[in-house]
């Protein structure tokens, strides 16, 4: 995962904001130094006056209208990587402004809004974000970031809910599929729309006609573990002027199991032929990858997929030094957190004319915390997200790479916005994974380590990140007793795992870290990097040379 830092630069105040940072990939990955603003790139261009339709009241929607956008003027040798449109909605008065009370975590998705029983007695102020990621040095892969902004404020304040009209409520930030393999799921409906003179509406929900239950104040419930077959969850809205209904069914099918590798595959073996872990090298934030040779060589070679090209993946497997095979493999690293500099990131709607549109607009939920290029994924969206899937796996496949490391598979906390669930992650993986071998590649497992029982089976080896500093190293073992690969890698950046050479006490040397992590039989392949995986430190165990 590539991080970045720059600021936004305000113009004058008013209702256009303009802002300008650029970033090279060369530069770091999580923690790249901002450099000047490439010259003459053109930031974008908004055609009309947008305004604001429909009623602002209480449970009615309303949407953005009347404003368009394109890219700016590209330049020669620059390129257009992604282009996007954001809608954030806030409720005001005339102290100030405030997150309006029922905002998705989607802003590419939120053209529209249902009007929350808390902005009643505020204007409703719209802010339409355009964003553009422009490539300006492709031997660096340098690229700026512009976005322009305009705004729009209701003449009218919010108008309360009618009186004696039944509370309603709806589900927010997505829902399964109608068909899935997940076994949970986790639902999360508004706070109610009513009318405050009929008393204030209370929620409750039930699984498939078990007990009602009263909604948790966090608007979050669980269905628990549930079996193959059709489900229905209802939603129950109540107060003096009555009560309404709101349901959704869908049915659960069986996972697919774990399919092998199509074709002549590479599996990474645990040991290397000297009775060691396999050493390998991560170099995910560079433009090019940086062969190490004599005793520094290396066996596997992590690297990005979409930077990385064919020819220099047929360089490593050709010409270049391995430790014990003939000639190094190679790992296609692909983060399925949404990236805005990526070719394919551009969300649909809001793509420009010619662009692709792989990620949909309602799958794109949090800003990845430290990253603020980066979005979590809705997993729960399979079928919309299996064509970016698709593309993405088979670009791998045609480079040549032996096998893919997926990141950004942790999602079942509540970082992404969309409180998904385990069940979630294995229905997207198993099928992931699957694809992969039916490219003829094999497949790395990511952190993650509540699943690895389950990923094992499905993947062939993994990568984790930190498990000496923080703990859990042993969760990976179910990998090396399976004969898999584990690489693992700590950072310079946690303070805690020393350099080879300097005087440390305790497990904080490098030689307890690695007699740790590297030296028992179970053991993983350890390295210590920079956070910015750049290839500037690499101290592999046993000795860090």
Known sequence: ??????????????????????????????????????????????????????????????????????????????????????????????????????????????????????????????????????????????????????????????????????????????????????????????????????????????????????VPRRLVFPTGRLGTGR????????????????????????????????????????????????????????????????????????????????????????SWQARTLPHPKAVCYLDLAWEDYRPDASPAPGAPHGATALFPAAALGNIYFGFPQERWVDFRQLDALKPMLRERIAMCASKGFDAVELDDIEVTDNATGFHLTAGDTKNLLAYTFNLVHSEGMTVLWKNTPALTRWGVRHSDGAVVEECYTFGGCSSWRVFTRAGKWVGEAEYGADHYVCNPGQRCKGGRAFSAFCRTVWAPPYGFAAVKFDVNLDGKVYFPCPRGV
């Open 1 to 214: 995962m590539f991080g970045t830092h720059g600021a936004r630069l305000s113009a004058a105040a008013g209702a256009l904001i303009l802002g300008a940072a650029s970033w090279s990939v060369a530069a770091a990955a999580a923690a790249s130094r901002p450099v000047a603003p490439a010259a003459h790139v053109h930031p974008p261009v908004s055609r009309g006056t947008l305004h604001i339709t429909g009623t602002p009241r209480d449970g009615s929607i309303v949407s953005a209208a009347g404003l368009s956008w394109r890219p700016g003027r590209l330049a020669q040798g620059q390129r257009l990587l992604t282009f996007e449109v954001a809608y954030y909605w806030k409720a005001c008065t005339r102290t100030g402004c405030r997150k309006a009370a029922d905002s998705t975590v989607t802003p590419f998705a939120a053209r529209h809004y249902i009007v929350g029983h808390a902005d009643t007695g505020r204007t409703l102020r719209l802010t339409e974000t355009a964003t553009e990621v422009v490539e300006t040095n492709p031997a660096t892969f340098s690229f700026s970031v512009l976005r322009s902004s305009r705004s729009a404020t209701t003449s009218d304040t919010v108008r309360a809910y009618p009186t004696s009209r039944p509370p309603v409520t709806e589900f927010i930030n997505g829902l399964p599929e109608h068909v899935t393999g997940s076994n949970e799921e986790n639902f999360q409906v508004d706070p109610p729309h009513y009318a405050t003179a009929d008393g204030h509406a209370t929620l409750r929900y039930r699984i498939d006609q078990a007990r009602w239950r009263r």
């Open 231 to 318: 489900h229905r969850v209802d939603v129950q809205v109540t107060n003096r002027a009555g009560s309404t209904r709101l349901s959704f069914r869908w049915r659960i099918v069986s996972l697919p199991g774990p399919t092998q590798c199509h074709g002549t595959c590479w599996y990474p073996p645990h040991l290397d032929s000297s009775g060691h872990p396999m050493r390998w090298d991560w170099q995910i934030g560079r433009v090019a990858p940086l062969q190490r040779t004599g005793h520094r060589a290396v066996d596997i070679y992590d690297i990005d997929g979409f930077l990385t090209t064919a020819a220099e993946v047929s360089a490593i497997h050709t």
